[in-house]
């Protein structure tokens, strides 16, 4: 059994890749060259765990980090079970990304959604006694799902690696429904997706370029001053940014924050960021503030419409 890997944070490469993808979606397209350059400072910043799955970047995050070159990396990817359970879906769909990476290994693989659970963890067993996966971790699970997947995996004597689900400081279903601390209880390593909300938990006085998101978000922004004034606060209290309070609030929590980061500075600010500890209370005014300003952002369980109902 390989050594647990200890995850301070990771680097989310899902707005990776093509132009049309990054001007539309994000307002501005980062090419490939600053990608590497961010990729450096990953490295100089001890970052070494990149998040990846075959759709990101409209297929091109994978490929792109092949090219690069994945040889000191730790990469962490995904089974994407669109529609039921196929034999041999899995060990198919590994091998497209193994070719992708240009590797022999995933570090840490991913059921992405909680369709067939049986079916396609067994699959990830076989892998993993082939030395092809070193750890097997559940995304958009609920508790009783991942309580069904630990299971499984204990009875190979496997250890579930962790679980992969939405959380941020103004989406914390998984907190206040008991699966983050079962987590805890269990050493499960929770990672948080969308920590920044997709961008809407950025500085506010800084003016982006037009993108669809930005669009989309335009009139949740307009309920959250209280929070951007306290996420102002405490950024000014620790010298962070606003993006970074963001990404701290997770890791005062023992959560691992994945960021999207597509430019070296944001590298290193995420780097910065999970080193900072926030006090309690100001993690209860930042809640309170989140709570009471009923935003609505992509919703913890939004992956839901994907998986199959039950047959
Ligand atoms: N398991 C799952 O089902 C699942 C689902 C979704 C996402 N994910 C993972 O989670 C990762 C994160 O999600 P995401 O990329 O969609 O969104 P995100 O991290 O919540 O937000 C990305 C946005 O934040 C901005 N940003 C990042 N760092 C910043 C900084 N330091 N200062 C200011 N702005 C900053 C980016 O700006 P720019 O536009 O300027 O780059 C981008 O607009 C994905 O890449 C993926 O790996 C997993």
Known sequence: MM?????????????????????????SYVDDGIIKEAMTEADRQGLMIYDLARDYGLGKAQKMIGEFGTKDIILSAKYTPFGRYKKNCVRRSLEKDLADFRRSYIDIYWLHLPTDIEQHLAEMIG???????????????????????????????????????????????????????????????????????????????????????????????????????????????????????????????????????????????LAEAVDIRLTQGEIRRLEEAADNCNAKVLGHDMFRAFVPKKR
């Not at 699966?179 to 800084?206: H, K, Q, Y």
Request: contains cysteine; aromatic residues 8%; hydrophobic residues 40%.
């Open 3 to 27: 050594d647990k890997i200890k995850a301070k944070a990771v680097i989310g490469t899902n707005s990776w890749g093509g132009k049309a993808y990054g001007n539309l979606l994000r307002g």
């Open 127 to 269: 892998l993993y006694k082939e030395g092809r996966i070193h750890h097997i971790g559940v995304s958009n699970f609920d508790l009783n799902e991942c309580m069904i997947a630990k299971n499984i995996l204990d009875k190979e004597g496997i250890p579930l690696y962790g679980v992969q689900n939405h959380y941020s400081i103004i989406s914390r279903e998984w907190e206040k429904n008991g699966l983050l601390n079962w987590c805890r209880e269990n050493d499960i390593s929770f990672w948080a997706w969308a920590v920044l909300e997709e961008g809407m938990l950025t500085d506010p006085r800084i003016k982006r370029k037009f993108s669809l998101m930005g669009f989309i978000m335009q009139r949740q922004k307009r309920k959250m001053h209280e929070l951007y004034r306290i996420m102002i606060a405490v950024a000014k209290r620790h010298d962070l940014t606003v993006p970074q309070v963001a990404e701290a609030f997770c890791a005062s929590k023992g959560i691992v924050p994945i960021c999207g980061c597509r430019k070296p500075e944001q590298v290193r600010q």
